[in-house]
């Protein structure tokens, strides 16, 4: 059980378009969903928490404006790189919490995905 | 930064050692869990220990809790090449808001 999948798994987009990736939860009810950016060889970075039907809280030097991120239903959050550029070429991370499942504080990774702007 | 350090960075053994791991942290926590990352893929999570605990085990896994140090430790015993990964530690405050604050990671290589 707790199982988080991600959508794509990888993608090559242009500069100046837009990227949404996918996170699901899929046989529990996320009551809250993060975002992570980890860069090479290095640690997971938390850019934000969403909560199910209300705005997403920003990490301190996020851009909410460039990283768009949606949680519409308790088993979907969205995260949209707006006109990306090379440097937001990265590997994204989502994970989710379940506070009905024990334990409530652990949280869930999906596999991940990979960005690559050109 | 809030984040926690792990040490060694890197960490190369012979299969069937036993490999440790440590993680600090800076803030008064709930719980300590442990996560393994494979090359290119998401975490997995190992193990949670509370701060009221002092040492958990999980098969191969030794978790101990310092909370005086502020300090966990992650012992893999007799390790397999399949225990190849990242390792990290993550700690959720107890205050603020809830998340997790990562440790820096282990890179782990057990060679064959």
């Known amino acids: 059980g707790a199982v988080v999948s991600q959508h794509p798994s990888w993608v090559i987009c242009k500069s100046g378009t837009s990227v949404k990736i996918e996170c699901r939860s899929l046989d529990f009810q996320a009551t809250t969903m993060f975002w992570y950016r980890q860069f090479p060889k290095q640690s997971l970075m938390l850019m934000a928490t969403s909560n199910e039907g209300s705005k997403a809280t920003y990490e301190q030097g996020v851009e909410k404006d460039k990283f768009l991120i949606n949680h519409a239903s308790l088993t979907l959050s969205t995260l949209t790189v707006t006109s990306a550029h090379p440097e937001d070429s990265s590997f994204y991370i989502c994970s989710a919490r379940d506070r009905q499942r024990e334990p409530s504080d652990t949280q869930y990774f999906g596999p991940g995905t990979r960005l690559t702007v050109l | 930064s809030q984040q926690g350090e792990e040490d060694p960075q890197a960490l190369s053994i012979q299969e069937g050692e036993n490999a440790t791991m440590n993680c600090s942290y800076k803030t008064s926590i709930n719980n300590l869990q442990w996560y393994r990352q494979n090359s290119g893929r998401g975490l997995v999570h190992l193990i949670l220990i509370r701060s009221n605990e002092r040492e958990k085990h999980s098969g191969r896994l030794r978790v101990t809790l310092d909370t005086s140090k502020k300090s966990s430790s992650l012992l893999i015993t007799a390790s397999r090449a399949a225990d190849t990964a990242s390792y990290f530690c993550?700690?959720?405050?107890?205050?603020?808001?809830?998340?997790?604050?990562f440790g820096t990671g282990t890179r782990l290589k057990v060679l064959a």
């Open positions: 993550a700690t959720v405050r107890t205050s603020g808001t809830y998340k997790y604050i």
